[in-house]
């Protein structure tokens, strides 16, 4: 019994990771939840919930706040970078790098110890859809 659990939450979990490398950028959970059901059909919110924070706990995802969507999960292990949404498919991206001096952004007094930057727009696909 206890064998059989096990087994069934690793492949729910490999079918999880394996959402987070077919998509290269920032998923929320329906998003997980949606492309994770077409490797494993069983899949359920409760499952994807449980599965995301062993993930977060393993070092293997981490979680980014997203100013209207909410939480977000990304892998980890890209170095420091920042992100775009875009206003018409509601997708997050990542982006490359970081160009804020965050010496020179805060004034005199000021110590920063860290920051998030949230770009917003529209997508290269979203704007050949427009055309
Ligand atoms: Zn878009
Ligand atoms: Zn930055």
């Known amino acids: 019994m206890e064998d059989r659990t096990l087994r069934r939450n690793t492949t729910q979990r490999m079918a999880i990771e394996q959402v987070f490398r077919q998509h290269a950028r920032p998923l929320g959970v329906e998003e997980v939840l949606t492309y994770g059901r077409r490797l494993v059909p069983s899949l359920n919110q409760a499952t994807v919930y449980r599965n995301l924070k062993i993930l977060i706990d393993d070092g293997w995802l981490k979680r980014i706040s997203h100013p209207s969507l909410g939480a977000l999960y990304e892998r980890t292990g890209k170095g420091h970078h920042h992100h775009f949404h875009c206003r018409v498919c509601n997708r997050a991206f990542e982006l490359p790098g970081c ?3 965050e010496e020179e952004a805060a004034p005199d007094g ?8 949230f770009l917003f727009g529209v997508c290269p696909t979203c704007m050949g859809m427009a055309e």
């Open 110 to 117: 000021f110590v920063v110890e860290e920051h998030e930057i």
């Open 99 to 101: 160009a804020l001096k």
